[in-house]
């Protein structure tokens, strides 16, 4: 097994170049939006809309520390088909990614 997990990390390390960075960006960027789109109640449009803002979610987390206080509400005035993503769905997105009790509910 050990022997496996080398030739695997050594295949992932063994690329190079902007062709590499961009496919992990892509990729984490399509991580992101498939975690999004498993919050009860947001919709794909939504998290659409979320990952447009926020790329992927080292840049939502990274928005949340800048933000302090505010970071709950972070989300809220973002607009998806002319409407805002609201206060409750921002602050249940902040939930789900910064809190640290697994039995909060989402």
């Given at each position: 097994?050990?022997?496996?997990?080398?030739?695997?990390?050594?295949?992932?390390?063994?690329?190079?170049?902007?062709?590499?960075?961009?496919?992990?960006?892509?990729?984490?960027?399509?991580?992101?939006?498939?975690?999004?789109?498993?919050?009860?109640?947001?919709?794909?449009a939504?998290?659409?809309?979320?990952?447009?803002?926020?790329?992927?979610?080292?840049?939502?987390?990274?928005?949340?520390?800048?933000?302090?206080?505010r970071?709950?509400?972070l989300?809220?005035?973002?607009?998806?088909?002319?409407?805002?993503?609201?206060?409750?769905?921002?602050?249940?997105?902040?939930?789900?990614?910064?809190?640290?009790?697994?039995?909060?509910?989402?």
């Amino acid at each position: 097994q050990g022997d496996m997990l080398s030739r695997a990390g050594h295949s992932l390390s063994s690329r190079a170049g902007p062709e590499a960075s961009f496919d992990n960006e892509r990729t984490r960027k399509r991580l992101f939006l498939a975690q999004l789109a498993m919050i009860p109640r947001l919709s794909v449009a939504a998290a659409k809309t979320i990952v447009a803002t926020y790329p992927t979610l080292d840049h939502l987390l990274a928005a949340y520390a800048l933000a302090g206080t505010r970071a709950p509400g972070l989300l809220a005035d973002l607009k998806h088909a002319e409407r805002r993503l609201g206060p409750a769905l921002s602050a249940r997105v902040h939930a789900l990614f910064t809190g640290t009790d697994p039995a909060t509910p989402i």
